[in-house]
């Protein structure tokens, strides 16, 4: 393993061990919620999403789950670059393009077997899990989050 793939791994295991968002907020204001479960290993993960009164604009990410370490990892990841970027516009969240995109995006690296990696600058930690699209069986663990979100945002 290379020192990338190690720092990467260990990035992983500490949003596992110490997950951002990690609590579901309550409903208050414009939001929706959405459960999701991977049937093939039993990760689960329950995503809040909270937007803006004209829905524009997606104002926090919090959530809950069990599972393996990846999917969780990546819901922590997803609801820490929702925070870091939303707090760069001002601290009036992210725009609901700039997420939806963003969501895109991961899904497209996720599904090319390891020829798009995630980019550093668009995806924040996130892109550690630019390896996991070696993986197919683990994909979805990885997908979680960010399918829930996408799910919530519809629902918002």
């Not at 093939?40 to 990410?61: F, I, K, N």
């Not at 997803?78 to 970027?85: F, G, N």
């Not at 892109?127 to 918002?156: I, P, Q």
Request: net charge negative; aromatic share 4%; glycine share 8%.
């Amino acid at each position: 393993m290379n020192g990338l793939e190690s720092l990467y791994q260990e990035l992983i295991l500490d949003h596992s061990k110490r997950p951002h968002g990690k609590e579901l907020a309550e409903e208050t204001g414009r939001t929706a919620t959405s459960l999701q479960r991977n049937p093939v290993c039993g990760d689960e993960v329950t995503l809040r999403v909270r937007v803006s009164d004209d829905g524009e604009r997606v104002l926090d990410v919090t959530w809950d789950g069990a599972g393996c370490s990846i999917s969780q990892a990546s819901a922590s990841m997803l609801s820490a670059l929702v925070d870091e970027l939303g707090e760069e516009a001002d601290g009036d969240g992210m725009p609901r393009a700039d997420v939806d995109a963003r969501i895109e995006g991961f899904r497209t690296a996720l599904r090319s077997r390891g020829t798009v990696p995630l980019d550093e600058e668009t995806f924040a930690d996130a892109a550690a899990l630019s390896g996991v699209s070696k993986f197919t069986a683990r994909v979805k663990c990885a997908m979680l989050a960010w399918v829930a979100l996408e799910d919530a945002l519809e629902r918002a």
